[in-house]
């Protein structure tokens, strides 16, 4: 651990770096930005987060019946790890705002996926941004408005890639991870959301 530590740490000006992202415009006020292969050791971070992340399975209430969550997730509330520490000072520094939350969800295999939704933030926050950094194999990852409609994005986040949705999306868009009985691995998504408003910069 204190090895794979080190050797992040020593080639930091090449790392994390956003001179390659690209943002998709969803609508005038809502975007979606991407760095493809923004974190290089993504496989030693999803084997890391496999070992020692405390993953459970969570349930929810629908239509009177308790139903597991198909993926695992681990919360992180109170210090990071080193290396999500890291991700997570690297984001609040381009996005200008302090993210404090950490939530972790492993997609086992292409069964395991996330229903279409706009993160629950929205609902305390007018302009939340969401970061997801995506560890492992590529999944589809979809979106389309509010409510319903045709997909009108599509990504394929894995190994690596960074994804930070803003402006109004999770109010005007929804996401989801479907099932996909073809994927050809194991995905984590590594999420970060922030408690304060964005400032004039975001
Ligand atoms: O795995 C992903 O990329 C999406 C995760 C997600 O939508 C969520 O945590 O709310």
């Not at 020692?52 to 990071?80: I, K, Y």
């Not at 279409?116 to 969401?130: E, F």
């Amino acid at each position: 651990m204190l090895a794979w530590q080190d050797s992040l740490f020593d080639q930091s000006s090449e790392r994390l770096s956003f001179d390659g992202v690209r943002r998709d415009a969803l609508s005038a006020t809502s975007w979606v930005d991407v760095v493809p292969g923004w974190l290089p050791e993504h496989e030693q971070l999803f084997g890391w987060l496999l070992q020692h992340a405390d993953w459970h399975q969570r349930s929810r209430v629908m239509w009177e019946q308790e139903v597991l969550e198909p993926r695992l997730t681990a919360f992180f509330d109170g210090g990071l790890p080193p290396a999500l520490e890291e991700l997570r000072l690297a984001v609040s520094d381009r996005y200008a705002v302090e993210f404090d939350s950490c939530l972790v969800n492993l997609y086992r295999d292409g069964n395991d996926a996330v229903a279409w939704h706009g993160d629950s933030v929205r609902k305390t926050m007018l302009n939340p941004l969401v970061v997801t950094v995506s560890l492992g194999s590529a999944r589809r990852f979809l979106v389309r408005r509010r409510g319903g409609g045709p997909v009108l994005k599509e990504y394929a986040p894995g190994h690596g890639d960074l994804m930070v949705m803003g402006g109004a999306m999770q109010h005007s868009f929804e996401h989801a991870v479907p099932r996909q009985p073809h994927a050809s691995g194991a995905r984590m998504s590594v999420t970060m959301r922030h408690s304060h408003p964005v400032g004039p910069a975001g």
